[in-house]
């Protein structure tokens, strides 16, 4: 259902009469209007009239919202006027009736920020949105517009990088470049939109919200205003001229709002089918849990069984079906239930759709996988995604900054890289990153960036999930957070709330924390790209060349890079730093490789196995350490088919003796962390496979984990040297020599 909040009558009138919608008459304290049943938009938009202020607005989104049932899937849209508080010069003349979608709301009373989620590519222009709990006069507006945060006075101002760096309490390595005028950005003014905001998130997540706002008055006057005229004639001829102009300006893009309105209806309908099919499914799997009398934890297992089967396309249907005519359902006690259970579970990881031969009948048929909004599958690794009825923004659309590093010499280079986008000037990483209820799917479809200064601690012991390789000291620093790339696998997708990814830029406070664990502990060695992929980020922020170079003249110091990045142009970005021999020793470029079945569809927009393979060659004759990770591995009913044809390619290509080592692991991950994936991607094999839980991480069970395992370490002990593998295990990672 679409939810339209609007302050006045007269800011939506226009509206109401497009939509053919009718009063709402119901015993509510706010006046509602509805599209009816005959309307174009079938009954499914509800437009509240809330009344003036903050206390008006949180209490009629409240109240609408908690009657209505808001589920997940619905969405909001506060529609209303905004005073114009200031804008750069060249867009004055086009604010005036002109709607923004607002990108950043703003409590004036507390500074409190809100940041709506900006996926969607929409043609208004943007604008930041302060909210305040009065009417402004004149002099109040322009007041208020002189000491607005972020935006110079007309241009005029510049940042002073000496008052930005005395603001940074810590961190003091940061450098700034030239004073440069802060980001243009218009600023609008309204006495409702934060209440709206914090209201409509208790029930809704953060893509679901949006905010519009037509400018309308006071920052920028209209014609006839003169600067000898008194206040009062000002306010008094002002308001003549809103009362006359008012609903001209409301209407002037009043086709635009209602072309807006109908793509928010027609999203809202898209995930009101797709919350129904779930409620189906889930409905379904309660029907089933009472014939098989499973108790509530197994009915849970029951249904992350199904929903791996639809990944897999096993038509479960069928399955029970036959269990049914065979006379086995419904069972007589619970035991009988928990036997079919586990049947159904090894017959799903032994189920393929390429071995027809084998389960013939329990194929779902294009139809069904139709019906059911799927797609066809062409290897056991593929989620379907439906088309959008708005296509999203690139990556990157959007650059947040912290304001007080405006003016650092890197973040002026870094969005000179990105001309045509955003920037929005933020107080903290965590107001944006860290908010709650966000849709990590839909923002893999438009990741933002965010540049940030890292505090507190920089450098962490590695992690018991973490390949040590037998180093004494390992540990690895979080440069960035989160990835430019999206593996289905990977853990960071229940680590983190967002998929936007942070840019840490006080790197030299980084080399300050190296150099004191050196002097306390004697040596260090440090993963730098564990939690992301920097060289996939080498062209954004040279990490990696910054990193080799303090590496040179620290001679205690081992520096390992993970990557799925790959290459010629990655040969070319290491080669910018020019190391010595000794220090190129030092610095382990670790390649993770897959089959590239597996890259294709598992580990989207990372670079081919082919592309991996040739950079790993060229830095091996550069005098590079190179390390393979044939981690992790991942199984499918196929998997010794296709891991050897993988590795023939990888013998063929890599000159095994030469390689640092190599590291040898199937799938695992943290309890913890699978959870909130599960949630994220229900849908996605990799999170509702049948894992088995040993001591709060979950593995492959235990005989697939040493069938797959074991194979590779058989071929790669044909290969190399048996002191160059190591493999982990649950309580100690161990060279694969001294474990035979």
Not at 82 to 89: E, G, V
Not at 660 to 687: H, W
Request: proline share 4%; hydrophobic share 35%.
């Amino acid at each position: 259902m679409l939810f339209i909040f609007a302050a006045h009558y007269g800011e939506v009138e226009n509206i109401i009469q497009a939509l053919k919608m009718g009063k709402r008459k119901t015993s509510f304290p706010f006046l509602q209007y509805c599209t009816s049943e005959f309307s174009e938009s079938e009954g499914r938009i509800l437009l509240t009239i809330c009344g003036e202020g903050r206390n008006n607005a949180a209490a009629a989104v409240s109240a609408t919202l908690a009657k209505e049932g808001a589920k997940r899937g619905d969405i909001l849209l506060s529609l209303g006027s905004a005073a114009i508080l200031k804008a750069p010069h060249t867009a004055e003349g086009s604010c005036l009736g002109s709607w923004f979608l607002i990108h950043a709301l703003q409590e004036w009373a507390t500074g409190r920020q809100f940041y709506p989620d900006m996926l969607y590519a929409f043609s208004f222009p943007e604008a930041r949105l302060i909210t305040g709990d009065q009417r402004l006069s004149w002099k109040d507006a322009e007041i208020l517009g002189r000491g607005l945060p972020y935006l110079p006075d007309r241009g005029e101002l510049k940042a002073s990088p000496a008052n930005a760096s005395k603001k940074r309490t810590k961190g003091s390595s940061i450098k700034f470049s030239k004073e440069i005028p802060y980001p243009e950005e218009i600023f609008l003014y309204d006495m409702e939109s934060t209440a709206v905001f914090q209201s409509g998130y208790s029930f809704l997540s953060t893509e679901d919200m949006f905010i519009l706002r037509c400018g309308t008055d006071f920052g920028l006057n209209f014609a006839g205003n003169t600067a000898e005229e008194s206040e009062k004639e000002q306010s008094q001829k002002q308001i003549n001229k809103v009362k006359e102009e008012f609903r001209k300006l409301l209407k002037r893009e009043e086709e635009q709002v209602l072309s807006f309105i109908r793509i928010l209806d027609e999203i809202s309908l898209k995930k009101e089918k797709e919350r129904q099919k779930e409620e189906a499914f889930l409905s379904e799997v309660q029907l089933l849990s009472q014939e098989l009398r499973l108790s509530f934890v197994l009915e849970k297992k029951l249904e992350k069984l199904l929903h791996y089967g639809k990944s897999i396309h096993f038509s479960w249907n069928k399955y029970f079906q036959k269990k049914r005519q065979e006379g086995f359902l419904p069972v007589r006690d619970k035991r009988g239930g928990q036997k079919i259970l586990q049947e159904l579970e090894d017959d799903l990881l032994h189920f393929s759709s390429t071995t027809e031969e084998d389960f013939p009948c329990l194929l779902e048929t294009k139809k069904e996988v139709e019906d059911r909004g799927g797609e066809e599958r062409k290897i056991p690794y593929a989620i379907s995604k439906e088309e959008d009825p708005l296509p999203f923004h690139p990556h990157f659309s959007h650059i947040y900054v912290e304001r007080e590093i405006w003016g650092h010499a890197d973040v002026e280079t870094i969005l000179k890289k990105f001309p045509k986008a955003k920037i929005i000037l933020i107080r903290h990483y965590k107001d944006l990153f860290n908010r709650k209820k966000q849709s990590r799917f839909m923002q893999e479809r438009s990741k933002k960036l965010i540049l940030a200064t890292k505090e507190g601690q920089r450098i962490y012991p590695g992690a018991p999930v973490c390949q040590s390789f037998s180093e004494t000291q390992f540990c690895y620093s979080s440069l960035i957070m989160n990835c430019p790339f999206h593996c289905e696998y990977c853990y960071l997708q229940g680590m983190y709330p967002s998929a936007n990814l942070v840019l840490f830029l006080n790197i030299e406070d980084y080399f300050q924390d190296c150099r004191k664990w050196i002097r306390e502990k004697g040596s260090l060695y440090l993963c730098i790209s564990y939690d992301t992929d920097l060289l996939a980020l080498e062209e954004i922020f040279p990490y990696v060349e910054k990193f080799s170079r303090f590496l040179e003249g620290e001679e205690k110091l081992r520096i390992e890079v993970r990557t799925k990045a790959g290459g010629e142009a990655l040969f070319r970005k290491i080669k910018r730093a020019q190391l010595s021999a000794e220090a190129r020793k030092r610095l382990i470029f670790a390649f993770t490789v897959s089959p590239e079945e597996i890259v294709q569809r598992a580990e989207h927009s990372s670079a081919s196995l082919e592309s991996r393979l040739r950079a790993a060659k060229l830095l091996i004759e550069e005098g590079y350490s190179i390390r393979l990770c044939f981690d992790p591995m991942i199984y499918h009913e196929k998997w010794k088919e296709l891991y050897n044809v993988f590795l023939d390619t990888v013998f063929r290509e890599i000159p095994m003796a030469k390689l640092y080592d190599c590291s040898v692991g199937s799938f695992r991950i943290s309890e913890t962390y699978l959870k909130p994936m599960l949630k994220a991607f229900p849908q996605s094999p990799y999170t509702v496979f049948p894992y088995e839980n040993t001591g709060g991480y979950y593995h492959y069970p235990e005989k697939i984990k040493e069938e797959i395992e074991g194979f590779l370490l058989h071929k790669l002990e044909e290969n190399m040297p048996r002191e160059k593998i190591f493999r982990w295990s649950e309580d100690v990672e161990v060279n694969h020599e001294q474990e035979q």
